[in-house]
């Protein structure tokens, strides 16, 4: 074999940066598909946490009885108000805003007379949420 006429086989600069601007492009494309996503995400996510908040006030409710919660939730906070609840809800940490993702913040009824759901707002453009 002769050793001046073996010629190795490679991509020439041509084809890689063909190459790379080929998956350039497609990540331009995906990128605002994936934030996207994150953001349905993140508020199903509050959404589902809300609704986690309002079925353990159901179940306080009627665990306790409503004649004898009742007059005293209103006096409470939000904080004070979740803590009642805690033992409700699943895996729950102990603050409020811990529970609840950012960017989203909830308020709980202030009254439980009327059976009302918490109101949950997307902080950034000071949305309520309807769920």
């Known amino acids: 074999m002769n050793p001046i ?14 190459a790379v601007s080929i998956i350039g ?7 605002p598909n994936i934030v996207a996503i994150k953001q349905d995400s993140e508020r199903n996510l509050a959404i589902s946490r809300a609704e986690a908040v309002n079925m353990a006030i159901v179940s306080y409710i009627q665990s306790n009885g409503k004649a004898a919660v009742a007059p005293g939730w209103s006096a ?56």
């Not at 006429?5 to 063909?18: G, I, N, Q, Y």
């Open 76 to 131: 409470l906070n939000d904080q004070q108000r979740y803590t009642l609840l805690i033992p409700y809800l699943s895996f729950a940490p102990a603050n409020l805003t811990d529970f609840i993702p950012k960017g989203y913040s909830t308020k709980l009824p202030a009254n439980l007379n009327a059976l009302t759901k918490s109101v949950l707002t997307d902080t950034s453009t000071a949305t309520v949420i309807a769920y």
């Open 25 to 31: 492009i497609i990540a331009f494309l995906a990128i």
């Open 5 to 18: 006429k073996t010629r190795f086989r490679a991509f020439s600069l041509v084809e890689v940066l063909a």
